[in-house]
């Protein structure tokens, strides 16, 4: 479903309660024009709220970003799928991720396994993969990828490893504030918890930041991972990671928590087209 001007949106965490918030967005970004609505992951199981999403629109594409699959049973993932694809076919695209412990590629694979045993296709399903390993797999037995905190530099590569046909859904950073100080501030506050995760860790030091500045969420790499300033700086900067190769940038607004709703309509006649 992705084009190469395709832009989706990230449901805010601060707005999913509960079944009716989740429908209640769908709407909303379905509304305003975007390709896609992205559930916001943790280790919460979001099958629900993805369901309640699809019921109650008409043909926006709903994914959950993304399902932990050491928290949630690939069985309750077929289910689910199964229920909702026989009534709306291609509306779903089942985003996989937060494998852990030894072997996390095995991990991944052995829930992969049970999807195709239960009739989720590959085609169906996206893998939120940052490294060589995992990017191979996301082309090999998924739809694609969906990385976050990257750089059009890693686009650029990541494209080359997934090759032509598969889907390149990049999940990125925007902060609608036009002083550049306050939106670092605001990025850095936000990115805090993402620099804890071992994995997000390895990425950046893969896209050649340094030690200290993974550390101290240094300017460069700030400015490197995310999109601020106003409505044309960001549709610019959303241009240049599908210049880069991506097929769809997933706009994730931080920093403006009692204006984001606001955003996600200034955004769209900008980013949406």
């Known amino acids: 479903m992705g084009s190469m001007r395709a832009v989706g949106l990230a449901g805010s965490k601060v707005g999913f309660h509960n079944l009716d918030d989740a429908a209640d967005q769908a709407r909303q970004a379905e509304s305003l024009g975007y390709s896609s609505l992205w559930i916001p992951g943790g280790r ?27 928290r949630v049973k690939p069985d309750d993932v077929v289910a689910t799928f199964g229920e909702l694809h026989q009534d709306y076919p291609d509306r779903i695209l089942v985003g996989l991720g937060g494998a852990h412990g030894q072997r996390p590629l095995g991990t991944l694979n052995g829930y992969l396994d049970h999807l195709d045993s239960g009739g989720v296709p590959a085609q169906s399903r996206i893998l939120a993969a940052l490294g060589p ?15 976050f905190l990257v750089t059009p530099s890693y686009v650029e590569s990541a494209r080359a490893t997934l090759g032509p046909h598969r889907q390149l859904i990049v999940l990125l950073m925007v902060i609608p504030i036009t002083d550049r100080s306050a939106a670092r501030r605001a990025a850095a506050a936000a990115l805090s918890f993402f620099i804890t995760s071992p994995a997000y860790c ?5 896209q050649g930041f340094t030690e200290s500045e993974i550390v101290s969420i240094a300017p460069r790499l700030v400015d490197s991972v995310t999109a601020s300033g106003d ?22 607004i931080t920093g403006v928590d009692d ?4 955003w996600r309509q200034r955004l769209a006649p900008a980013a949406v087209t």
């Open 231 to 252: 409505v044309d700086a960001i549709a610019a900067r959303v241009a240049d990671y599908h210049a880069a190769g991506a097929d769809q940038v997933v706009l994730r």
């Open 259 to 262: 204006d984001e709703a606001l």
């Open 202 to 206: 390895n990425s950046l030091r893969r």
């Open 44 to 70: 919460a199981n979001l099958l629900p709220m993805l369901a309640a999403a699809v019921r109650s629109t008409e043909s926006i594409q709903v994914a959950p970003g993304v399902i932990s699959v050491d």
């Open 133 to 147: 390993k995992m990017l191979a797999l996301a082309r090999d037995r998924a739809a694609g990828a969906y990385p």
